[in-house]
């Protein structure tokens, strides 16, 4: 009867809110020390979409995000748009 219960993994209490915050205070530390420039507001969403239950599935969605940002801003270098 054991085998048939699937085994399920719980993340420790709070790990994912204490990593959120930590994130949302990096990406506000970013634009402090950039002098206010740029949009916070982006980073910090990036970050709420990043975040997962588990620190592996962070990793592989954020090496995702970086891959899919990296892709697609190589597409925009090569296939402007406007005027030629």
């Given amino acids: 009867m054991d085998n048939l219960r699937p085994h399920l993994e719980f993340p420790a209490l709070g790990q994912r809110i204490i990593r959120t915050v930590v994130g949302i ?29 588990y620190m592996k599935s962070s990793f592989d969605m954020a090496k995702q995000k970086v891959c899919w940002n990296l892709h697609r801003g190589g597409m925009g270098i090569c296939h402007p748009v406007g005027d030629p």
């Fill in 25 to 53: 205070f990096l990406c506000y530390l970013v634009y402090y020390f950039r002098g206010g420039h740029g949009t916070v507001f982006f980073a910090v969403l990036a970050v709420l979409q990043c975040i997962q239950p």
